[in-house]
Each structure stands twice: as structure tokens, then as C-alpha cells.
């Protein structure tokens, strides 16, 4: 073709394919649209999802609430729950003795099926002396009841001064029982035959008098009691076999 074709002519020669046609225009309403679809999408599916997990929650309330209510709870809150008051151990201690004064001192549960009970019981003899009997007394726990399997006991005479104390070994578990009569006495250590020292519990008692106790994990060939002043002086001494 010369210089003469018209500018219409000379604009149809180029290729076809170099023009501009995705422009930024055309771009920007593309992703304008996409973003419109997705937020109508996704908003409905969130509020779904939010009112699945409200649903969820409030069915466990509902199914903790209903469990609690009929007795069921963690394993810790089903032991507790089984443990009778005092009055039971009473009742339990004084059956072939009803007469006799007994204070339960300490209940101390050990493992999951066996509760030691240690009771203090005063009784009067020979023109009007009194004495106090130390009682370790195992129950078990058997079909949902307490049931009394074993019980040691030593008695203490008032004229029995120092540490008196009650030795005692039930199913293989040895258990120290005993009363402080002297005022200088702060503390209580048991030394078995390996030299393991162990720390006695003091048990102040609603009679005034000041007990102590404790048992340990397994049985050796000898103890010594040692009773010591505040600052760790020993005051008494005493070997068990």
C-alpha cells in the first residue's frame, strides 16, 4: 500500500493481539467482584460455626450440672464424699464401751480403701485414777462401708511423764501414738535402723493434753523417739524394737 490509504486503512495493519485489552480498569472491577462473592460467602458459614460452638458449650453445662446433681464428680470429690463424720467413728470406737470418755484425734486416709483412725479414751479405776488409752484402729473400706479390721492400743498412767507412746503395727504399717507431759518438748523425731528421721505431727487436744503421731511407709527392725526443745535440743530419748 502507498502513503495514500486512508488512516483507517493504516490503523487495521498493527496485530490485533498487542492492544490493551485487560486494563487495570477491568482489574480492579474483577477484584472488586471477588471480594463481594467471598464476604457473602463467608460471613453466613462464621455465624454458623459460632453457633455450633455456642450449642456445644452450653450442652457440656448442661451435662456437667446433670452429673453433679446425680452424685457424679471427680475422684478426689467421690473420696471425700464417702468419709462419715465423727460421730460414726464414735459410735464405731465406743460400741463395747460406751461409758468410756473417746476423742477422736486425727483421721488420716491412707491410699484409697484403708482409713486410720487414732482416738485418745480416758476411763477411771482404783479410787478415782484416771487413764488414757491410745487406740489406732484400721477400717477398710469394703461395699461402700467403713468396717473395722484392726486395733492396737496401749494405756498411759498419769504418773508417766516424758513422751509416753504407743507402738503400734497395723497390716505392716507401723504407727506411733504417744502424749507430750513435758512442757519443754517441742518437737518429736522418729529414727529408724536405716537412720531415715522422720517428723512427728502434734495433736492438741480439747482435754488439754498435747498428742503426737505418725506412721510411716514401711516397717524396720528398731525406732527411736527423740523428743526435742524449740531450738532442737534433745530433752528425751527412747528406742523401739
Known sequence: MNSSDPEWYQSLQGNPLRSAAFTEQLKARIRDKA????????????????????????AAAIAFYTMSSLGYGTD???KSAAVPA???????????????RTEILVKQRIGDAIMLVLSSRTYEWNDNQQNIELEASEFVEDAGQWVLRQQGSTSIADSQTGVPTGWFELDRIPVFLGIIRDPQIQQIQVIDSDNQVYEGKLIPSQNGNTY??????????????????????????????
Not at 42 to 55: D, H, N, S, V, Y
Not at 212 to 229: F, T
Open 76 to 78: 478426689q470429690e467421690r
Open 212 to 241: 503426737w503421731y505418725i506412721y510411716l511407709p514401711e516397717a524396720k527392725g528398731s525406732y527411736k523417739v527423740v523428743g526435742l526443745d524449740k531450738i532442737g535440743n534433745i530433752i528425751s530419748s527412747e528406742m523401739y524394737y
Open 35 to 58: 471480594f463481594v462473592s467471598t464476604d457473602r460467602v463467608g460471613k453466613p458459614a462464621a455465624r454458623r460455626l459460632t453457633l455450633a460452638g455456642i450449642g456445644l458449650i452450653v
Open 86 to 100: 465423727d460421730r460414726f467413728w464414735l459410735d464405731a470406737l465406743q460400741a463395747g464401751n460406751p461409758a468410756d
